[in-house]
């Protein structure tokens, strides 16, 4: 008789742009968090969690990768046929929020949140599909002094994490100025497709030269793998005077506004208006004792958000490390945001004004991992106190061991399988355990426990070549009474800078 084939069960994989997470890059992640959370509330921000789905036409069309189909969102369909959405950012649906309980909320109403968004973008190397982000916002008002706090805010989180002044830098700039400046030079902004080309293109001056954005902006640009990316269209005299203009930054008012006029260009309104705007920032700023280490203005600065109405902001490490081929990299933006009047609006048919920030957390902590010298995920939080089981029968002995030191505050479990000796030792080494706690009969008759410190035991071992000196050595194992074994598990996670 045939022998029956084995039905083959599900692949198992992760979907594409999608990660797990495990124990040491989370316990890495919460500590940032809180230290951030910590920051955003001196400046008086309070704490508010919106739903991870909402109705898709709440959320907008606001993502900046227009080439997918379905706008870069996760979307389906519930009961009733209504089209939901997974978020693709915290704006969006405080926005929502905003508009859903605008009359008992108090103006300005200023909140922060942190949570995960979903993008349905191409993945590719450090960019996922899932990421979390940590935001704050000031809600209901035009003046320009909460836009400039929300900058000091960022500086003031960045160096709370531990980055130095000088490895960073909060950039300014405004979307009236880019605008304004687009129309001066005859851009059609009614022509949204147009708008968007050149202010994509002027994106990339962090990461091209002027020759190669001149390219995007003008015919078009070839890469090296001879991928060709379609030009904004621009003529020569527009693309210089775009070029040079965001290029110079430190230019007095007259000097930024005469690069226009000296084209024979005629600058209209909403740049005059987006300069005067970005003057007073950073007056606001300079006075508060921020300098221009620290916070400056930026016309390079666009943001991809179609949303942002005014003043835009954008974290930027700078800071230098290597790659694996040893080339100097910067890790670049690790947050933003901006002014976005007409998100509110939307709901209500009024302008409600709002500004904000946001951070993203994965690239962030990236960094600092590689600011501190190593990477989070190679930073294990410490384990639990494995309780070993030497005598299948005497379970509910060890049991209680593992309870009264849980009841001391301390993190410990009794091991549950049914393995011997040498894979108990094995699985408390893995879940990083500090100690393992062992009592076999001749233990229990005496009162006592014997208590192995495993990092003290591994660093001994290391030093020890000789197999018969390591036994007679034992190192770093004691014998303790059972009431004194809380104590002295307790000093043994003390010296190695666990916590209970």
Excluded at 273 to 283: K, R, S, T, Y
């Amino acid at each position: 008789m045939a022998k029956d084939k084995k039905v083959a069960g599900p692949e198992a994989r992760l979907p594409k742009g999608f990660r797990d997470i495990r124990a040491a890059e989370l316990s890495a992640t919460r500590a940032m968090l809180d230290t951030i959370r910590r920051v955003y509330e001196t400046y008086g921000f309070e704490e508010l969690e919106t739903p991870a789905i909402e109705y898709t036409d709440a959320l907008g069309k606001f993502l900046p990768d227009q080439d997918r189909p379905n706008e870069g969102v996760f979307s389906f369909t519930d009961d009733d046929e209504q089209w939901l959405s997974l978020r693709y950012d915290l704006t969006a649906p405080l926005a929502r929020f905003v508009a859903e309980n605008y009359q008992s909320l108090p103006k300005p109403f200023r909140r922060y949140a942190t949570g995960t968004v979903y993008r349905n973008e191409k993945p590719g190397p450090g960019r996922f599909r899932q990421f979390t982000q940590f935001d704050a916002d000031t809600v209901g008002t035009e003046s320009l002094a909460a836009d400039a706090e929300i900058c000091m805010l960022a500086a003031d989180t960045l160096e709370a994490l531990g980055i130095a002044r000088g490895d960073y830098v909060i950039k300014v700039n405004n979307r009236k100025l880019l605008d304004g400046l687009l129309e001066s030079v005859g851009v059609n902004l009614s022509d949204h497709v147009a708008r968007l080309a050149v202010l994509r293109s002027l994106d990339k001056l962090d990461k091209f030269s002027r020759e190669d954005v001149a390219l995007l902006l003008g015919p078009g640009r070839k890469d090296e793998s001879g991928d060709f990316t379609k030009g904004a269209g621009l003529g020569e005299k527009q693309i210089a005077v775009l070029l040079d203009f965001v290029m110079q930054p430190k230019l007095s008012r007259s000097e930024r506004d005469a690069i226009v006029r000296t084209a024979g260009f005629e600058p209209v309104d909403a740049f005059g208006d987006g300069l005067a705007e970005l003057d007073q920032i950073g007056e606001l700023v300079e006075k508060a004792g921020y300098g221009a280490d620290r916070i400056r203005i930026d016309f390079s600065v666009v943001r991809g958000l179609e949303y942002y109405t005014g003043p835009v902001f954008e974290a930027e490490l700078t800071f230098e490390v290597k790659d694996e081929q040893g080339n100097k990299v910067r890790f670049g933006s690790v947050g933003g945001g901006g002014r976005y009047d007409g998100l509110v609006e939307r709901f209500l048919g009024q302008k409600v004004p709002a500004t904000g920030f946001s951070i993203g957390v994965s690239r962030l902590q990236a960094a600092l991992g590689v600011l501190k010298g190593s990477a989070a995920a190679d930073v294990a939080p410490q384990g639990p106190v494995v309780v070993l089981i030497m005598d299948k029968g005497e379970l509910p002995r060890y049991q209680k061991m593992a309870q009264m030191l849980r009841s001391a505050g301390i993190r410990a479990e009794m091991y549950l399988g049914t393995s011997g000796m040498k894979a108990q030792m094995k699985y408390a080494d893995r879940r990083g355990a500090p100690c393992v706690v062992i009592q076999g009969s001749d233990e229990r008759a005496k009162g006592e426990v014997q208590i192995k410190d495993l990092i003290e035991g591994a660093k001994a071992a290391a030093a020890i070549a000789d197999n018969k000196e390591w036994k007679e050595s034992r190192p770093a194992q004691v014998s303790v009474k059972e009431e004194d074994l809380v104590a002295t598990v307790r000093e043994i996670i003390a010296r190695h800078g666990g916590a209970d």
